[in-house]
């Protein structure tokens, strides 16, 4: 599919392809986090203010994991009660941490008028599948028996993330549907890894290497999986499941420029075959990443401003 990136995306591309970065993939785990968290001081707008931003610990099989709240000045409140967001942040699920999603947390708590509470699950190599997934499953399932002390109408619950929080929200969905968690409201997945086969034709056009490169998706897929077992288990890659019927509302959000537009795009499409709605957005200037680089590329602040308004119809 031909690409032609959007002026602004196509000089942020630029910007990068001139800063003599190293790619992830020549790096540690611990040199490409520290690589990526420096990022967000170029990229990230100014930070919306909030009526309360906190750290959370919730606890888990295998110790706490860390969490942050986020509480808008203004919410849509029932009772008293907020609707949430529950929000996984990408990376590869090695890369990303509450500091690098910190301010898209913000932007979606504002425009969403909900809670929004961040996940830091554990990340690869260091914790491999499925240490992501359980751990993305056990704070959902924490967040919402604990609702009512956090301000939560646990009734207007919804989970949501980009790249590979997109995969992680997907699998919650699904395991929500299917007894191990609460009901779930609502699903955002912002351009989201579902399939790790990686055999849609995005992951082979030449176009779709922009910043999330061809070459770094594998290395991601190696530093987290197991071996290519994992590849068939839901858990890693949701397009897997048997059947998507059942699951709650999604809104979908693709980019043109990346590498997993088009499983992205088939997500969406079997989602609606069956019988689940979709709000599907396709952004064919835009590259992977954009959606947190709302300082440099203004369809950035679109998206979180429509993803806000999705939310707010849920509710």
């Not at 930070?47 to 906190?54: G, Q, S």
């Not at 969403?112 to 961040?118: N, P, R």
């Not at 709000?279 to 590329?297: A, C, D, I, S, V």
Request: glycine share 8%; aromatic share 8%.
């Amino acid at each position: 599919m031909p690409v032609v990136l959007d002026p602004d995306a196509a000089a942020v591309y630029k910007a990068f392809q001139e800063a003599g970065r190293p790619a992830y993939e020549t790096l540690t785990a611990a040199e490409a986090r520290a690589y990526y968290l420096q990022a967000r001081f170029v990229s990230n707008p100014e930070p919306p203010e909030l009526a309360r931003v906190a750290p959370l610990s919730i606890p888990a099989p295998h110790g706490a994991i860390p969490a942050r709240i986020y509480v808008p000045k203004q919410s849509h409140l029932k009772d008293g009660l907020a609707p949430a967001l529950v929000f996984f942040h990408g990376g590869g699920w090695v890369i990303g941490d509450l500091d690098s999603h910190d301010v898209v947390c913000r932007q979606l708590a504002v425009a969403g008028a909900l809670i929004v509470i961040a996940i830091d699950y554990r990340l690869a190599p260091e914790h491999k599948f499925p240490a992501a997934t359980d751990d993305a499953i056990a704070a959902t399932k924490w967040i919402a028996a604990h609702a009512r002390e956090l301000g939560i109408d646990a009734a207007r619950l919804s989970i949501g993330g980009d790249s590979a929080g997109g995969n992680l929200a997907a699998v919650v969905a699904l395991a929500a549907r299917d007894g191990d968690g609460p009901e779930i409201a609502g699903q955002v997945l912002i351009y989201p890894a579902v399939d790790f086969a990686m055999m849609h034709g995005s992951h082979s056009e030449p176009e779709t290497s922009v910043l999330l490169t061809h070459s770094v998706i594998r290395w991601f897929r190696d530093h987290y999986l197991n071996g290519t077992a994992d590849i068939h288990d839901w858990r890693a890659s949701p397009a897997r499941a048997e059947s998507l019927a059942g699951l709650p509302p999604a809104y979908v959000l693709t980019a043109g420029a990346d590498p997993l537009r088009d499983e992205g795009d088939d997500y969406a499409a079997r989602l609606k075959q069956a019988g689940v709605g979709v709000t599907y957005r396709h952004f064919p200037g835009q590259f992977h990443g954009f959606f947190t680089m709302g300082k440099l590329l203004q369809q950035a602040n679109v998206a979180v401003s429509e993803i806000g308004a999705w939310l707010k119809a849920l509710g």
